[in-house]
């Protein structure tokens, strides 16, 4: 199972599921829009080829995504796990790519979508704070729940919640990467 890994920002995601051992996923590449991300240091360190798609230099969504579909049909890609990658996926690549699109979000979806979500739920006064991974689908933060992790925030400052909300992602973004396409036998 070929996987290219989306990414714009730091990586750290990225980072974990590229370090986990599988069996039959692999992190083929990484995508950024983003040259100047974090994330491309992270591919050079861990060996993992990685491709700029600078989205000013196309004349929009469309141009900018079918030149990515064109990358990720040459290198035979089955599956492409989202981490931190900025931009809404589009029908171009969504049509391209049914259920086989995860994205991993900082909160208890369907609880504060978008942007700055551990800040927002923190602020909001929840009690219990966590992290979601679900499939792609064209409205944002919104298909198909496939996990989620917890915990009581309890005297814990917002620092400390977000250090804590990155160990999970860093520990269930990669289980859920075995456990959908990692199985022996598995064929798409
Ligand atoms: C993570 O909190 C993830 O849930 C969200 O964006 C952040 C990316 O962090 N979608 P990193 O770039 O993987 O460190």
Redo the contacts with the bound molecule.
Sequence with gaps: MRIAVF????????E?VARQRYRRAQIVLLITDNENAY?VERSKKLNIPYYIFPYDKYSGKSEYEKDILLLLTKEKIDVIV????MRIVSPIILNAYPKRIL????SLLPAFKGMNA?REAYNYGVKIIG?TVHYVSPAVDAGEIIAQDAFRIGRRTLPEVEAR??RL?HRLYPRVIKRLFDKQGDRL
């Design positions: 990414a714009s920002g730091n990586g750290s995601n990225f974990a994330c989202l981490a931190g990658y994205n991993i979000h900082p551990i992290i909300i990155h992602e």
